[in-house]
């Protein structure tokens, strides 16, 4: 079984941009969280998506936003980037209640 | 709110000891730790998930245990091979699907 990828792996983006950031989840697996990781911060909730509905948000700005669509891939946006977003992306994905199996990561680097 | 901790930050043994590494938190309402591991650069890699209602779980030379009323869980690594070096991360949830991560424990074994 194919195990969780994000696209890219790779962003370099200037200041002001925004970017998009995708997911797709191990297959049968509905519910899909994002996670910033920086070496200030450590591992930090984003939000969870579970059959395209947004189940829980951590505490970041507005900036950060997310979807799920029907086949339970999910994508995020960050707008007006920051210096500060410049950050290893990482989601994971679940069957209800239980383990959390992760991705590579999108390593995203603001200029 | 809930606060995971990891002791020792960093640990270097030579190879074939047996180790411990430490994992507080303050909330004791969880309902799922897992414990992963990190290797530099990389996505997360699951190792254990405990459940609530159990006290400990196995996996080769992994053994993690959990006791919900003091807030702690141990990972136990039996005879730790070079292969084993990683930061290793111990996350709480309560249920909610937003995992709370701890700070990670770096941990290098000697050839």
């Known amino acids: 079984k194919a195990g969780v990828t994000q696209t890219p792996r790779y962003l370099i983006k200037t200041r002001g941009q925004q970017v998009t950031l995708s997911c797709s989840p191990i297959?049968?697996?509905?519910?899909v969280s994002w996670y910033q990781q920086t070496p200030g911060q450590g591992l930090q909730f984003l939000f969870e998506y579970f059959s395209e509905t947004q189940r829980n948000k951590g505490n970041f700005p507005g900036r950060f936003s997310g979807r799920q669509f029907s086949n339970s891939r999910s994508e995020m946006n960050v707008s007006t980037l920051e210096l500060g977003d410049s950050a290893l992306y990482l989601c994971a994905s679940s069957l209800e209640q239980n383990e959390q199996f992760f991705g590579p990561g999108t390593r995203l680097t603001v200029l | 709110k809930q606060e995971v901790t990891q002791i020792p930050a960093a640990l270097s043994v030579p190879e074939g000891e047996n180790l411990v590494l430490n994992c507080s938190f303050t909330?004791?309402?969880?309902?799922?730790l897992q414990w992963f591991r990190q290797d530099p650069g990389k996505g997360l890699t699951s190792l254990l998930l405990i459940q609530s209602s159990q006290r400990e779980q196995t996996s080769g030379r992994l053994n993690a245990s959990l006791d919900k009323s003091s807030g702690r869980s141990t990972l136990y690594i039996a005879a730790s091979q070079p292969g084993d070096s990683a930061t290793y991360l111990c996350?709480?949830?309560?249920?909610?699907?937003?995992?709370?991560f701890g700070t990670g424990t770096r941990l290098k074994v000697l050839a």
């Open positions: 909330d004791s309402a969880i309902y799922n």
């Open positions: 996350a709480v949830s309560k249920g909610t699907y937003k995992y709370i």
């Open positions: 297959s049968g697996h509905r519910s």
